[in-house]
């Protein structure tokens, strides 16, 4: 799952992880995270994930990293804003108001940038990693993060020999194990969602559920 995988998916119009809609497990679970108004959220491979736009609106600066330009630049479009673009070793940012999306690749974002975020919200980025990426994913991404972060992660666990990912089925083992060094990852919701996805279904899926995590510290 390289680059081009995702950059051909984007030129192809092949990306039904897009949603219409703002996530309501977002919604549902983010305010009591406590992230202060203020504090900066990286949303990791954000693909044009309307979610940002609600993040930005609770009052939060939000960082998005993509790899694909076709994508950063329709999630502007479709949103009606208008960005002012710089380059940096990061790639090429986009800055509109309070959301700024970086499209480049995740992995060459550093501390410098990464310690700035107090807050992390990742759909469809964890999941959408193949199973030797996953633990540098995140040990770079989560492990420079500001060691105060409070994160909603939001993943799948079907019988993987089911169906190919992506997405890809993270059992609670492997989520443990991979945030174990990391930041405490505790579950906060699980549902069955099989009957209202027709792509598992139409692949003959037994089980499919959700599973919400609260990442990071708590008091
Ligand atoms: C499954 S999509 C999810 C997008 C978004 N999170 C959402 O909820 O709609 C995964 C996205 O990650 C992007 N991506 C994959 N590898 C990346 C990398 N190394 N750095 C930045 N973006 C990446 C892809 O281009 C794709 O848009």
């Known amino acids: 799952m390289d680059a081009e995988f995702w950059l ?3 030129r192809e119009g092949r990306t039904h992880f897009h949603q219409t809609r703002v996530t309501p497990l977002l919604q549902k679970y983010w305010p009591a995270l406590g992230v202060p108004k203020g504090g900066r959220v990286l949303v990791p491979l954000c693909g044009k994930s309307l979610d940002m736009v609600w993040i930005a609106a609770q009052g939060h600066p939000v960082l998005g990293i993509e790899l694909s330009e076709l994508a950063v630049e329709q999630f502007f479009e479709e949103n009606e804003l208008k960005p002012l673009t710089h380059v940096s070793i990061y790639g090429k940012h986009y800055v509109a108001g309070s959301i700024e999306i970086i499209c480049g690749d995740i992995f060459k974002l550093d501390a410098q940038l990464l310690s700035h975020c107090v807050g992390a919200y990742d759909r469809a980025a964890l999941v959408a990693l ?13 492990g420079q993060l500001s060691p105060a972060y409070q994160g909603l992660l939001i993943t799948l666990d079907y019988p993987q020999e089911e169906m190919p990912g992506p997405p890809f089925s993270l059992v609670d083992s492997e989520v443990q194990k991979l945030y174990a060094d990391v930041s405490p990852a505790r579950i906060i919701d699980r549902r069955d969602i099989l009957e209202k996805e027709p792509k598992f279904l139409a692949a003959g899926v037994s089980r499919l559920d959700t599973v919400v995590y609260h990442l990071g510290v708590q008091e």
Do not use: G, Q
């Not at 193949?130 to 989560?142: G, L, N, Q, S, T």
């Open 8 to 10: 051909e998916r984007w």
């Open 130 to 142: 193949p199973e030797a990426m996953r633990a540098d994913y995140v040990r770079h991404v989560y």
